[in-house]
């Protein structure tokens, strides 16, 4: 009865594992692609690709319980080609009131298709570093989804943003593109010192902060961010954070994480946020050194579902462990490097789950994690069609780019089935060259990088895989059928179908359990590249059944494994009588096959009769029971069972 409970304990343990992280896997993937509605109105603006960002200085001037913003900001920018204007992205309800270069007024315009265009006094040529100041001021209007949100929590005012990536323009002047991040940034937040409750306003943004000053009523925070981050990754917060730390060791050279979370909510958050040291130092064991080591990494509660990966900030709506790994993931694949277009986002969605399930693969056992992917993969298989790469006429859809089926599971599961074709060493060497890589790292990678870095780490031609797997569509169904046709030997065939016609047929390793008449096991894995491929395999025991895919590390659906029809067929007609047998028994076979040899094995698995082929066989002298009776046959073993009186 206690191993009975154990069971049962164990089972609805992993039921609610599942259930909790399928519940917050779930409200991520559904935040990210409602908040991806405000970004599908805008790409990149073709006006602003004459340049490059280098620097930005960010001056804001706010008071969370009023929905404005005034501020100076500075752009240093080098010309990609001789310039006579600048132009810088900007909300048109936004008012410009000047703009600086080098203390010299130059003439701007605003227009309708949100651009701030600046004339400049002579031509800079190509190559050239110059900067400009604009001086603004209003009332963002918010994309509904973030961007800039004035609001309040617990009756206590509250101001955030999150402009992933094309809500910047909507509350301060910048160059919305996806890979061309400004070298470095400085940020200066001015607001009131204290709010209506006379509580202490904190805020918070990228990098380190650097210091507050106290001016009369009002307070300036600096921070400093020296790192390539590009506008949609730069963000703010101001309310009555309670501040608390952890700190992470880092071989010697220790850093923070800075929680800055809603006071009503300060318990519950201190409860859940040390497992991030945990998760921070799984991910730097497995592929490399938090990027951002210099300055920090924090959490910053805001008023929103899920979360964002704001660069060495994520803004959090909760602090359960799922979304905590998810947005940390994100630092590594996404904010160091960044997917080269939404074609790509797989490179940054489908590590951030899958790292998500390292976590508990890594925390919680191979169980769980064992769980985690059937979850994976019954969403997968959920539907029989669809790539995770996408095509141009995807990326106008938003849900088809941040699809939970293909994008989060299949891009995870990809990954896994990737680290399973090459070993974990030369996958985990593969994603670490990669994430160091200095055409990427701290840039923008597309999946053709990707697929050759792995292939360069692995030595190993990647085309085939990445070809089924990413680019086309659908998942494969296995039938295996097996045979043990010596005492040493198992042949196993192996047929396929596939889900879709894009694949003709799905190459990939078949992991699979033979487990013994005595409970003995033996993991193989068999690499199947062709229709109706047979292996032969040694084995040390009698074959009992066969098991696929036992820790569900492959995509896969509806697969059947049985005993070979031939042999099933044979087995069948092989006859023992009397059962049960009392001092002898008789054996009944077709005459087409021959017996080598007959064997009987008790329960405990030793070897207690064998002899040359005889009908009759005399078992006077065994003691009552349950014997398996073996059948060394010209079509391989039969194995049938006897209960002796």
Not at 53 to 72: E, M, Q, T, W
Request: charged fraction near 15%; charge should be negative.
């Amino acid at each position: 009865m206690r191993i009975a409970l154990l069971l049962i304990c164990y089972f609805v343990t992993f039921t609610f594992l599942g259930q909790d992280y399928n519940k917050s896997f779930g409200s991520i993937q559904k935040a990210e692609a409602k908040r991806a509605l405000s970004k599908m109105a805008f790409k990149a603006n073709i006006n602003t690709g004459n340049y490059n960002v280098k620097y930005h200085r960010l001056a804001f001037n706010l008071d969370p319980s009023v929905a404005f913003i005034s501020g100076d900001v500075t752009t240093y920018f080098e010309a990609k080609e001789n310039l006579n204007q600048v132009v810088f992205d900007l909300a048109n309800n936004m008012t410009v009131s000047q703009v600086l270069q080098r203390g010299n007024a130059l003439s701007f315009s605003q227009n309708s298709s949100d651009e701030l265009v600046i004339t400049l006094p002579t031509t800079q040529n190509s190559g050239v570093l110059d900067s400009l100041t604009v001086s603004y001021s209003g009332n963002p209007i918010s994309s509904g989804f973030g961007s800039f949100e004035q609001n309040v929590h617990n009756g206590d005012p509250v101001i955030w943003t999150l402009s992933e990536p094309y809500g910047a323009k909507g509350w301060w002047p910048c160059k919305q593109d996806l890979i061309d991040k400004t070298d470095s940034l400085d940020v200066f937040i001015t607001t009131p010192t204290f709010n209506p409750s006379n509580e202490t306003y904190i805020a918070v943004s990228n990098g380190l902060e650097q210091s507050q000053i106290i001016n009369g009523a009002n307070k300036t925070t600096h921070f400093k961010h020296r790192y390539p981050i590009p506008a949609y990754l730069i963000a703010i917060a101001v309310t009555n954070y309670e501040v608390y730390s952890h700190t992470v060791p880092n071989n010697g050279n220790p850093f923070d994480i800075v929680n800055y979370v809603y006071p009503e909510s300060l318990s519950s958050a201190q409860a859940s946020t040390p497992i991030t040291v945990d998760i921070m130092n799984l991910f730097t064991n497995l592929f490399e050194a938090y990027p951002f080591a210099n300055e920090k990494y924090g959490h910053a509660q805001f008023g929103w579902g899920g979360g964002m990966e704001h660069t060495t900030v994520s803004f959090m709506g909760g602090f359960d462990r799922n979304l905590i790994a998810h947005e940390l993931a994100h630092q590594w694949f996404g904010d160091k490097i960044t997917c080269g277009s939404w074609k790509d986002i797989w490179l940054n969605e489908g590590f951030a789950t899958y790292l998500s399930g390292l976590t508990i693969e890594n925390l919680d056992g191979n169980a769980a994690f064992t769980t985690w992917k059937q979850q994976r993969t019954a969403s997968i298989t959920s539907a029989t069609t669809g790539a995770v790469y996408l095509k141009d006429a995807d990326t106008t859809s938003v849900n088809r780019i941040f699809s939970s089926q293909l994008t989060y599971n299949k891009g995870a599961m990809v990954l896994h089935m990737l680290r399973k074709k090459l070993g974990d060493a030369a996958f985990f060497l593969g994603v670490k060259n990669y994430l160091s890589n200095p055409n990427h790292a701290y840039g923008y990678a597309k999946t053709e990088d990707f697929i050759a870095i792995m292939e360069l780490s692995s030595g190993e031609s990647l085309t085939e895989f990445f070809n089924d797997w990413l680019y086309n569509q659908g998942y494969p169904s296995y039938t295996i059928q097996w045979n043990q046709l010596t005492p040493t030997q198992v042949q196993i065939s192996i047929s396929q179908i596939q889900s879709d016609a894009s694949v003709s047929y799905f190459e990939a390793p078949i992991p699979l359990r033979i487990i013994g008449t005595l409970g003995e096991t033996l993991d193989i894995t068999l690499n199947n590249t062709t229709n109706n491929e047979t292996f032969l395999n040694a084995v040390n025991f009698t074959v009992a059944s066969i098991q696929f895919d036992p820790e569900a590390d492959l995509i896969s659906k509806d697969n059947s494994i049985s005993l070979a029809i031939e042999k099933r067929n044979l087995t069948s007609q092989f006859l023992i009588h009397p059962m049960p047998a009392s001092n002898e028994f008789t054996i009944t076979k077709p005459e087409s096959i021959k017996v080598n040899n007959v064997k009987i094995i008790n329960a405990l698995g030793q070897l207690v009769y064998q002899s040359n082929w005889s009908s009759t066989i005399n078992i006077s002298s065994l003691p009552s029971g349950l014997f398996f009776v073996q059948f060394n046959t010209n079509h391989g073993i039969i194995n049938k069972t006897l209960l002796k009186n």
